[in-house]
């Protein structure tokens, strides 16, 4: 017997083979929500993009998720653009890793770099129209050695915020490395690190990294760095690693700031076309923390985005008490709160503090955290995250979840476009 699929959202996307704007609709099958679609030439599409089978709690219902714009918009280069929270530039597309699934593409072939002073024009150019959250990604930026001096143009250019991606192999292996970014002013590094297991690594990025994963997170932590921890999760190989993730992530705070969770997507490179088996969607997410993390941290802890359509994340805010305890400090979901002009600047403002690392000295384990001030201290020194950020690919793509992305990417002249449609690929 077929179940009955019931349409719960109009909306528009694109055909994974040509790229070409088509309607598109979210499917209700059972428990699991479907993205469907037909192109007049290449055919039909469906791809999972929500499964809340095994999930009950009424925050993550997709009601919440289902998103109120009336898009009218006909071509995906024609939508109005969120503000942005964070500009992405990349400053190179050389890696010293070869991973099987890579969203840039990365790899020893290397596109011309742009130089230092090419960089300070386009991060000026960002700061003065008032994006001054700039995450530094590449490729592997670490690659570049010119990275302190990078770090250091941004921060001339106005930048109040530098985040590193990086995979964490430069940070572990030369000891000082840590310490010269942050004194250049770097504020946080976004790690890569998909689990706590080897065979993880094996599969996910062709060795085994963990070795060099804790000692990034030792060196970092000795030059006081902030540093999340960023899954890439895939059914079958980490979503059974998830809680001792964050239980693993917990243990180090203050030196980590939290964890990261980057559902797989499929663009840039992967081995071959997605089934639906080989996605993980949000609740399953959550649901497998809670689960994993015996209930240490539960679903009820989240709430959705707000900044960004509440499909693309969710987020979790904790104070990490002395002896691991947490307390919940995230706040309610609010669905206007992107609303107000300056959101986006107060939402960075957040976000960034959220991972930077505070002034831990001032907060001993042994003082009274019952009293507001010595609360609020531990809550600036071992805060700690976990949040979520699905990214799009051709397959799952919901224009009205990328008309609110804040995630946006700067191309040479400084100008931005949302992270997934500037790394949508064909199949
Ligand atoms: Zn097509």
Redesign the pocket.
């Known amino acids: 017997m077929t179940e009955l699929a019931v349409v719960v959202e109009r909306t528009k996307s694109v ?6 704007s ?1 309607d598109a609709r979210i499917v209700r099958v059972g428990g699991e929500y479907f993205m469907r679609k037909q ?5 039909k599409f469906s791809a999972v993009v929500w499964r809340t089978t095994t999930i009950n709690s009424e925050q993550l219902t997709i009601n919440n998720y289902v998103g109120s714009d009336d898009f009218t918009t006909d071509t995906i280069d024609n939508y109005m653009m969120a503000a942005t929270c964070c500009a992405l530039v990349e400053v190179t597309s050389r890696c010293n890793l070869c991973c099987p699934v890579c969203f840039a593409e990365s790899g020893e072939i290397a596109r011309a770099e742009p130089s230092v002073d090419e960089l300070y024009g386009i991060f000026k150019r960002l700061c003065d129209d008032g994006n001054t959250f700039i995450q530094l990604s590449g490729g592997e930026p670490t690659v570049r050695d010119d990275l302190p001096e990078i770090i250091a143009a941004a921060r001339r250019a106005g930048a109040e915020t530098v985040q590193l991606n990086s995979n964490g192999l430069r940070l572990a292996r030369e000891p000082d490395y840590a310490k010269t970014l942050h004194d250049a002013g770097l504020s946080f590094v976004f790690m890569q690190f998909d689990g706590t297991r080897g065979d993880i690594y094996e599969r996910l990025r062709g060795r085994d990294l963990f070795a060099d994963k804790l000692a990034a997170i030792g060196n970092c932590g000795a030059a006081k760095l902030g540093v999340t921890l960023v899954p890439t999760v895939v059914p079958d190989v980490n979503l059974d690693n998830v809680g001792e993730i964050v239980n693993f992530a917990l243990s180090r705070s203050p030196d980590v700031r939290g964890v990261h969770f980057q559902p797989v997507s499929y663009f840039g490179r992967y081995p071959s076309p997605p089934r639906d088996r080989d996605r993980v969607t949000l609740p399953e997410i959550l649901r497998a923390v809670e689960l994993q993390t015996n209930g240490r941290v539960r679903i009820t802890d989240f709430a959705p985005s707000s900044c960004d359509h509440p499909r693309c994340g969710f987020h979790g805010d904790f104070v990490v008490l002395p002896r691991g305890q947490l307390l919940k400090i995230t706040p309610k979901y609010d669905p206007d709160a992107c609303c107000a002009p300056d959101a986006h600047i107060k939402n960075r403002k957040f976000v960034s503090r959220r991972w930077t690392r505070g002034d831990e000295e001032k907060t001993a384990d042994n003082a009274d955290f019952s009293t507001l001030d010595n609360f609020a201290k531990r809550a600036a020194s071992h805060g700690f995250t976990i949040t979520a950020m699905a990214f799009q690919d051709a397959y799952t793509l919901d224009i009205a979840r990328l008309r609110r992305c804040s995630l946006h990417v700067a191309d040479a002249s400084g100008r931005v476009k949302p992270f997934c449609a500037q790394y949508l690929t064909r199949v």
């Open positions: 055909c994974p083979v040509c790229l070409r088509v192109c007049a030439e290449h055919g």
